[in-house]
């Protein structure tokens, strides 16, 4: 299949292309590699800069006010996008805003007031809370508790790995109704930071410098008015809000790949050892190539998920083999080019030490790639 990408797409590709090269890219020279938040004034200056120029919540849909480029032009402008070493990869104060949990714009409308507006604007910024110790990969072992109280509930128990939780003005949090067992009678909670009850307790170091955090819940009392999606559903909509996410996913490591790449090119093409320049070696030429093929494969597969659900097809299947080949070509593809940088490549002088960190987070958040072959092979074998 081939995929036509639109003028408009094209126009849009090229003006993030530009952006990210012209004013975000440079900041790497200036501030730390293991940087998590961009500093005011560049931070202020660029969210601003976006919102004018249109970048901004690209993938909110009109209805809610924003342009809805949908899941083909999210993963075009998401790899331009994840050129730079923070758009992506390793911050809460996103540039170009977005990524919002799809399930708010299902929201009742006094959450949509509260929860969704606020967050398309960039007021607001929110934590997934899914994962727990006894349950990660395998969610239908979520321990922590529901229990309903006139109009309100009362939650107990305790989230792990939650990406942004200490900086979160409210959280997802998933929990379980007593009495109820695997994927029924899990439901969603947005619960507000400050909730009594609700503390984050500590941040999980870990291989990237973005620590996510603990969070616990002790007789934290949340209003029915807080429950998001019916009782019982909220494994539904975390499903399908990963489904989506998985696709987007997908489309991050295309750009710290494809970047790695030309690092990788333009290095081999200056330094020379024993009298040759490195581009002149075989072994280098192969590293390169191998590259090359393993990116083409991972944007071709991930255009197709994306065209696929962007016409309402079942892509679980789809969604999943992007997911698990990106994020594991992503990997290899910052390994050769800091190989072919010898020193340099490990050095903190260069981004590359850092994707390689990112990198290797990339194939255990939005799940394991050990389940998306479960996924897939699922699918592959059933009669
Ligand atoms: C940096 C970071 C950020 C994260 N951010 C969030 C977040 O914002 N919100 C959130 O809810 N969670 C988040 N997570 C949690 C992440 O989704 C889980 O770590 C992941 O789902 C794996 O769960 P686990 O760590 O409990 O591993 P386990 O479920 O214990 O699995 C351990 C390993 O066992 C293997 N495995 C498991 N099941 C199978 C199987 N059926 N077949 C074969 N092999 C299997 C896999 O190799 C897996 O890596 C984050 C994790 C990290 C590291």
Not at 273 to 287: D, S
């Amino acid at each position: 299949m081939a995929f036509e990408i639109p003028e408009e797409l094209k126009m849009l590709r090229d003006t993030v292309r530009r952006f990210v090269y012209s004013e975000v890219i440079p900041l790497e020279k200036e501030l730390p590699v293991d940087t998590v938040e961009i500093p005011e004034p560049h931070i202020g200056r660029l969210q601003g800069m976006a919102k004018e120029m249109g970048l901004w919540c690209l993938d909110v849909p009109e209805e809610f006010g924003g342009p809805g480029i949908g899941l083909f032009g999210q993963v075009i402008v998401g790899e331009e996008m994840g050129h730079c070493l923070w758009v992506l990869t390793g911050t809460s104060t996103p540039i170009f805003g977005g990524d919002i949990p799809a399930a708010l714009y299902e929201s009742t409308e006094d959450q949509k007031e509260h929860y969704l507006y606020p967050s398309i604007r960039g007021e607001k910024k929110s934590a997934f809370g899914q994962t727990e110790p006894g349950a990660g990969a395998d969610p239908s072992m979520l321990a922590t508790t529901a229990v309903r109280d006139g109009d309100n509930w009362i939650l107990n128990g305790t989230k792990i790995f939650i990406t942004g939780g200490d900086k979160a003005d409210f959280v997802m949090i998933f929990a379980r109704i007593p009495g109820t067992t695997g994927r029924n009678g899990v439901t969603c909670f947005l619960v507000d930071k400050g909730t009594p009850g609700f503390k984050v307790a500590r941040l999980v170091e870990v291989i990237r410098p973005l620590y996510p955090s603990e969070l616990v819940l002790e007789d934290c009392v949340v209003p029915d008015a807080n429950r998001l999606g019916e009782v019982g559903r909220g494994f539904m909509l975390a499903q399908d809000f990963l489904t989506h996410g998985r696709i987007t996913y997908a489309a991050r490591p295309l750009g710290m790949a494809s970047r790695s790449l030309k690092m990788a090119i333009d290095y081999s093409k200056q330094r020379t050892t024993f009298g040759r320049l490195l581009a002149e070696r075989q072994a280098v030429q192969w590293m390169l190539v191998d590259s090359e093929i393993e990116l083409r494969a991972a944007r071709w597969l991930t255009w197709d998920a994306a065209f696929k659900a962007e016409r309402g097809e079942d892509v679980r299947s789809e969604a999943s083999i992007a997911k698990v080949y990106s994020t594991e070509m992503v990997g290899r593809v910052v390994d050769r080019a800091i190989q072919i940088h010898g020193g340099l490549g490990v050095s903190k002088d260069l981004i590359l030490e850092r994707w390689y960190r990112e990198a290797r987070v990339m194939r255990i958040g939005e799940g394991p790639s050990e389940i998306h072959r479960f996924i897939i092979a699922r699918n592959l074998l059933r009669d």
